[in-house]
C-alpha cells in the first residue's frame, strides 16, 4: 500500500519489533550506563486504510491508554513525522512482560519499539532514519540516553553527548559470567517524580569518587566481576533517592553488607543485583518481604525486527 497524498509510502506486511527490558545507572553510571535484559516486549503493527486500533496484553494492560496518548504510538507517531507524514491507519498490537515504573526500562522499551516500528513501516526508511538518528529520537522522547542505549543495542552501553550535542552509546560485551538477580518492588515509582528528588549540585569529591567507581565498573563487568561490590558505589543519585525508597536503600545496604554488588535499578524502586553465574541462583533465592527476586541473563541482541508476510 502506499499512503496516498503523503511522502512516506508504506509496506504493506506488518513488523514485529522485539525489545529487551534494561537496568540504568548500575550504580555509578547516572544517565549514562545500561545494560539489556532477556525479558522482552513485542509490539506488531500494520498500516491499514484509516483508524487507529490498539491492543495491549501482560504488564500495564489495565492502565496503558489503547488511544493517542499511548507512548507506543506517540513514539510511532513521532517517528512518522520525521519520515514525511503518517500513514491513514494503524493496527497495533503489544505483548509487555516488562513491568511498568519500577527500574526496569518499561518507557524506553516503549519508545523504541514504536520509533523502530515506524521506520520499518516507511519504505526507505532505515536508510533516512538510521540506528543514530533512532538513538537521538528515542533519547529525546525519553529525556535520558542510558536506557534507550541498551535497549537498541543491547549487551552494557555507555551512552554520552558528543562533542557537537549529538547523543552517542557505546556497546561493550557483558563479561559472560555476570547475571541479573532483580528484586522486583512491589510498589512503582514514576522516573520524572524521583529524579525531582535529586539536587542542582552535589559536592565535587563525590563527584570525583564516582569518576573512579564508573570507570572501575567498566572493567568489572566487562573482564573483572571480582570488583563489582566496590565498583558499584554511587554518591550521585542514590543516596538522594533512598529517603523516597527506604525498603529499596535497606536492600542494597542488607545486601552490599553480605557482600553482594546491589544497585537501584534505573529509577528505582527495583533492586539489581549483579553476581555471577555460580553465585546468582542463590542471591536470587533470598526472601524479601515487597520484593519478588528474577533471574535474568544479559540481552546480547537488543532490539530485533522481523517482518512478517500476511
Ligand atoms: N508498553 C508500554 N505501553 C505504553 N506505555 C508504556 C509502556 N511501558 C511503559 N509505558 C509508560 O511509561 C510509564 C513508566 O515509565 P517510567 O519511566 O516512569 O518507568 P520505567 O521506564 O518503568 O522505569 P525506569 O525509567 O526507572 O527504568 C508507564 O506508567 C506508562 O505510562
Ligand atoms: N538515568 C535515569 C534512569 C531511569 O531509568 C534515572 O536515574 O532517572
Known amino acids: 500500500m502506499t499512503g496516498a497524498g503523503l511522502a512516506a509510502p508504506f509496506r ?16 555509578p553510571g547516572f544517565d549514562s550506563f545500561g545494560l539489556a535484559l532477556a525479558l522482552h516486549n513485542e509490539v506488531t503493527v500494520r498500516v491499514t486504510d484509516h483508524g487507529l486500533h490498539v ?11 489503547r488511544d493517542e496518548r499511548n507512548l507506543v504510538i506517540r513514539s510511532m507517531r ?8 503518517q500513514p491513514p491507519g494503524l493496527e ?19 519508545i523504541v519499539a514504536g520509533v523502530v516500528a515506524a521506520r520499518e513501516l516507511v519504505i526507505g526508511g532505515t536508510g533516512e532514519l538510521p540506528d543514530d538518528a533512532v538513538l537521538e529520537l528515542a ?8 536506557n534507550v542505549a541498551a535497549c537498541l543495542l543491547g549487551g552494557l552501553t555507555v551512552a554520552w ?17 555476570i547475571r541479573a538477580v532483580l528484586f522486583l518492588s512491589e510498589q512503582t515509582a514514576a522516573t520524572a517524580d524521583t529524579r525531582r528528588t535529586l539536587p542542582e549540585q552535589v559536592p565535587h569529591q563525590a563527584a570525583a569518587r564516582n569518576v573512579a567507581y564508573g570507570a572501575l565498573l567498566i572493567a568489572a563487568l566487562t ?12 554518591e550521585l543519585h542514590q543516596p538522594y533517592r533512598a529517603a523516597v525508597m527506604p525498603a529499596s536503600a535497606a536492600l542494597i545496604d542488607r545486601l552490599r553488607s553480605g557482600g553482594i554488588a546491589a544497585v537501584l535499578s534505573g529509577a528505582g524502586p527495583t533492586v539489581l543485583a549483579l553476581a555471577d553465574a555460580a553465585e546468582a541462583p542463590r542471591v536470587a533465592a533470598l526472601e524479601v518481604p515487597g ?20
Open 92 to 110: 497495533v498490537r503489544c505483548t509487555n512482560r516488562i513491568p511498568h515504573g519500577r527500574g526496569l526500562g518499561s518507557s524506553a522499551a516503549a
Open 139 to 146: 533519547a529525546r522522547l525519553e529525556g535520558h540516553p542510558d
Open 161 to 177: 553527548r558528543d562533542t557537537f550535542g549529538g547523543v552517542r552509546a557505546l556497546r561493550l560485551e557483558a563479561d559472560p559470567r
Open 223 to 234: 573482564r573483572r566481576p571480582d570488583l563489582l561490590l566496590d565498583a558499584t558505589r554511587d
Open 12 to 27: 504493506q506486511g506488518p513488523v514485529r519489533v522485539r525489545v529487551p527490558a534494561t537496568s540504568a545507572n548500575l550504580g
Open 78 to 85: 513521532a517517528a512518522f513525522e520525521r519520515l514525511g507524514g
Open 55 to 65: 491492543e495491549v496484553t501482560g504488564e500495564g494492560s489495565a492502565e496503558v491508554p
Open 291 to 310: 520484593f519478588r527476586p528474577m533471574l535474568l541473563a544479559v540481552d546480547t541482541r537488543g532490539t530485533g525486527v522481523e517482518l512478517l508476510v500476511e
